[in-house]
T-cell receptor, first 115, second 112 residues
Framework: DVKVTQSSRYLVKRTGEKVFLECVQDMDHENMFWYRQDPGLGLRLIYFSYDVKMKEKGDIPEGYSVSREKKERFSLILESASTNQTSMYLCASSSSDRGPNYGYTFGSGTRLTVV | RKEVEQDPGPFNVPEGATVAFNCTYS??????FFWYRQDCRKEPKLLMS???SGNEDGRFTAQLNRASQYISLLIRDSKLSDSATYLCVVPGRGSGYSTLTFGKGTMLLVSP
């Protein structure tokens, strides 16, 4: 089975801190994604990457950046955490070869609280 | 029309009931669609992919109506374990890359 691993299940950070959320997948997928999920708003795409060192903005990139130095790892960075970034963060990956018909595989999520 | 719209529910049904969820989408060029299931405090997991007019997997049937731009999910003989939020998912707009846009989900509660 494809496995997508997020480094932390729960995280509490202070306002203004720089926060790194790590995601690793073990199936050699080309595409990786970061979403946040909030009650009433559903999943919203922050950034995605379709190759090493490549990145594309999603729907809500403000306040975030990403890094993809290796194919298996996709990091989400909160440059200066704010309370409105308190959320569940979900990483996902997919294969370009198999096309979009096979959907995504998600990590188990990181629940970030900014105080 | 929003990219993906779903009735948030909750749908409260007894065990054994048949329940159907609908989802409408705006991008008429979309080719592939998905239903994901998300349990409370868990990550979404792929339930079914939807091609052409639809497909069936055991108690679950997904149908696609391209003319009206809606997708449906039918669950027969509901089980307690079917209680979850069901997310309708369509290809994302623009770019051409493999992004997906998720609906906000429909909550299903199956009671004994």
């Amino acid at each position: 089975d494809v496995k997508v691993t997020q480094s932390s299940r729960y995280l509490v950070k202070r306002t203004g801190e720089k926060v790194f959320l790590e995601c690793v997948q073990d199936m050699d997928h080309e595409n990786m994604f970061w979403y946040r999920q909030d009650p009433g708003l559903g999943l919203r795409l922050i950034y995605f990457s379709y190759d090493v060192k490549m990145k594309e903005k999603g729907d809500i990139p403000e306040g975030y950046s990403v890094s993809r130095e290796k194919k298996e790892r996709f990091s989400l960075i909160l440059e200066s955490a704010s309370t409105n970034q308190t959320s569940m963060y979900l990483c996902a990956s997919s294969s370009s070869d198999r096309g979009p018909n096979y959907g995504y595989t998600f990590g188990s999520g990181t629940r970030l609280t900014v105080v | 029309r929003k990219e993906v719209e779903q009735d948030p529910g909750p749908f409260n049904v007894p065990e054994g009931a048949t329940v159907a969820f609908n989802c409408t989408y705006s991008n008429s060029a979309s080719q592939s669609f998905f239903w994901y299931r998300q349990d409370c405090r868990k990550e979404p997991k792929l339930l079914m992919s939807v091609y052409s007019s639809g497909n069936e997997d055991g108690r679950f049937t997904a149908q696609l109506n391209r003319a009206s731009q809606y997708i449906s999910l039918l669950i027969r003989d509901s089980k307690l374990s079917d209680s979850a939020t069901y997310l309708c998912v369509v290809p994302g707009r623009g770019s051409g890359y493999s992004t997906l846009t998720f609906g906000k989900g429909t909550m299903l509660l199956v009671s004994p």
